[in-house]
């Protein structure tokens, strides 16, 4: 049984001097020229998202980034041979020494709850990661067994409590005569979870939140109060708007306890890049550039 | 592009006599002892899982089922070869003559939206289906890219409105001050977005909605009021504690508008046969009897 997730991702920050994650959303219209032979996409576009994917890890290792976040969505569309590069793509970034964190939303009640989390949590796992993301809607007792399992094989899990997206109060911000809205109950239930689970002497517990980095700050201040036990997962730097000083009022006192996934802002540098420049530089000098803004946003946070 | 899902699933329930929907959860304690070669099992859970669906699917088609919907928690648990069967498993259903329903409970924003949408929706998805179910807590901006592709391709979605487990409420119940709780908030976009598509000709949208067999039925019959356009997907018969005649609420005034998916229930009636029954006698005899008892309740509530 690995340590516990919280305590290896607070050490793999530390290490990296940041809480940059990376993303990997791979899609056919993110890649470099040098990468699109038109031929081989013509045989499947599996091949070239293959190396891209593996050049991006291999990358992200040079520049000492701890984190990777596949999406699990752009290898499903492939079905199950997209699949079988998704457990190749988590294997591969554990062995560049990346903690992984599969990003599935999955959620659902009872047994197949407990069939989702074997399909993830677990050395055994076939898509085996250091943690997932997952979706409270059908309650804390379909999140059990995701639970159960991540605190068996020492993993982790993000659970969705105020996404990026435009329309998401829509469901998360409906709020009870008390006033407290649907994203606070999920915040309460995930601390009363991680104060069981990780005992009072433990910073962190296994159960993170996914709060989206364009949500606004007095927001997320709100909901970090609810969460003082809790790695939070950032997702929206980049691509969906958000820079990243607007993950400041994420971290905690510390200016710890958060990760800051980026996709497309990583992807697609070497299209900013001067011509000229090989694709492979521009998309590590982007990751550069990321690792130490966010390393700065999170100093700050901790005076 | 085939006619609108919801036309189909009309003419096939009709066809049918039946809302019988068959599940298909497969997991290896639910062999029958005539399929637990352990040899075989030793060299991989696969071979025999797969026997064991097809021939649930087999019988369905004799029975005249007209429906099935196979869980993907099941198959993913076995990484990308149990992915490659629950696409070999939807291929064999649809030539079997029953329509599908990939029950997968996806839901993320924008493009990994879309992208989950294109492993299900349309002929040339890998795992293609008529109909997926889908979760809301997202927002209705994170379902558009699903009911995009629905309508292009003919397909329904079943989206998640209460489900079956005791602590569903804990998130779906959240009500705000005017005593509207989460479920009717996602059952009016449902039916707002069910007649912006359908046309008030069209008597059901592509937009189904899945509530638990096990909800009370003063709860189902306030939902189903604000669902009046919708297929509704019934599931929690058999194993969860319902009985067929728990799902007289569901229907609408015609005795229609319900799939009820018996996933258990079919599966292990071997087990409560004489001895001596052969395990596929056993299961198309429960088949036979789930089908009248549904169709008798269906009739009952058209009156």
């Known amino acids: 049984v690995s340590a516990p997730f919280a305590e290896r991702a607070l050490a793999r920050v530390r290490e990296a001097g940041s ?8 899609r056919l219209e993110q890649l470099p020229p040098a990468l699109c032979d038109l031929d081989e996409i013509a045989a499947g576009p599996l091949a070239p998202i293959r190396r891209f994917s593996l050049a991006l890890l291999d990358i992200a290792a ?42 599935v939303k999955r959620g659902d009640i009872g047994s197949t709850a407990a069939a989702y989390a074997e399909a993830y949590l677990g050395k055994q796992a076939p898509f085996a990661s250091d943690a997932i993301t997952i979706n409270p809607y059908l309650g804390p007792d379909a999140q059990g ?3 159960e399992a991540a605190s068996a094989h020492g993993c982790g899990l993000f659970v969705l409590v105020r996404t990026s997206n435009p329309g998401a109060a829509a469901v998360q911000a409906i709020a009870d005569v008390d006033g407290r809205d649907v994203s606070t109950h999920v915040a309460r239930w995930i601390t009363s979870e991680n104060r069981r689970l990780a005992g009072e002497d433990m910073r962190y517990g296994p159960i993170g939140a996914v709060i989206g980095g364009t949500v606004r700050a007095a927001l997320v201040r709100r909901l970090r109060r609810e969460l003082p036990r809790s790695f939070i997962l ?10 990243a000083r607007d993950t400041a009022p994420f971290f905690d006192s510390k200016g710890e306890g958060v990760l800051v996934p980026v996709s ?40």
């Not at 809480?19 to 791979?26: F, K, M, N, Q, T």
Request: hydrophobic share 50%.
């Open 264 to 303: 497309r802002g990583i992807a697609l540098a070497w299209r900013d890049a001067p011509s000229g420049t090989d694709w492979k530089d521009a998309i590590r000098q982007r990751m550069q550039q990321l690792k130490h803004a966010l390393a700065k946003v999170a100093a700050d946070a901790a005076r």
């Open 62 to 103: 040079t520049v000492g980034i701890g984190f990777c976040k596949p999406q699990v969505a752009f290898f499903e569309r492939y079905g199950a041979e997209g699949l079988a590069l998704f457990a190749e793509v988590l294997g591969e970034a554990r062995a560049a020494g990346l903690l992984t964190i599969a990003d």
């Open 145 to 147: 067994p995701f639970v």
């Open 234 to 243: 950032a997702p929206g730097v980049g691509a969906q708007g958000a820079k």
């Open 19 to 26: 809480p940059l994650c990376v993303g990997l959303d791979p």
